[in-house]
């Protein structure tokens, strides 16, 4: 596959993201209710929540297995980087790191052997926020639980050996 389709394909999985994210509320338009759906609706949580992220980067080293109670687990840590000018004009890069597991069976065998350092990697999941006791008080951890894993390039010493993915396809097939 091709970097362009690769691309492609990320920016379909972002097009559609956000197509599916769009939050809709329900309004009574007539502005008359009774008491009793006044209390129901006080009871009932109508709108609709979502824990969703997206992030693209680079991974910072090559993805790590764990083995959780029967449960295999890759992890690995993405960096992104945001560009912004200050008041002076001057550009500041700041970036921020992202610890990514992954637990889908099919998805963990395949980011063991794809992310190493310096991948590009779209991922979607969810935000966690885990809390554990320390010595010195209590130390916050927030982690993203991918449910999608878009593998955009391998590492870069790999890709600068390699020409293009045609040449991978031809690799292939003389097996």
Do not use: W
Not at 118 to 141: A, T
């Amino acid at each position: 596959m091709s970097s362009l389709s690769r691309f492609n394909v990320a920016r379909s999985m972002l097009n559609d993201f956000f197509r599916s994210s769009q939050i809709i509320s329900r309004r009574n338009l007539s502005g008359e209710s009774s008491d009793s759906e006044q209390a129901q609706l006080e009871n009932v949580d109508t709108f609709k929540c979502l824990n969703r992220v997206t992030l693209l980067g680079r991974a910072t080293g090559p993805a790590s297995l764990t083995r959780l109670e029967n449960v295999d687990l890759a992890s690995f840590t993405l960096v992104t980087n945001e560009l912004r000018r200050n008041r002076s004009n001057e550009l500041i890069k700041r970036s921020e790191f992202h610890k990514i597991q992954v637990f889908i069976p099919r998805l963990v065998q395949k980011t063991i052997q794809v992310v190493q350092k310096g991948s590009r990697v779209l991922v979607e999941g969810k935000i966690n926020y885990n809390v554990r006791k320390g010595e010195h008080g209590n130390i916050h951890f927030t982690n993203i639980t991918a449910e999608n894993v878009v593998f955009i390039t391998g590492n870069r010493m790999n890709m600068n050996k390699i020409e293009s993915d045609s040449e991978i396809v031809e690799k292939q097939e003389q097996f």
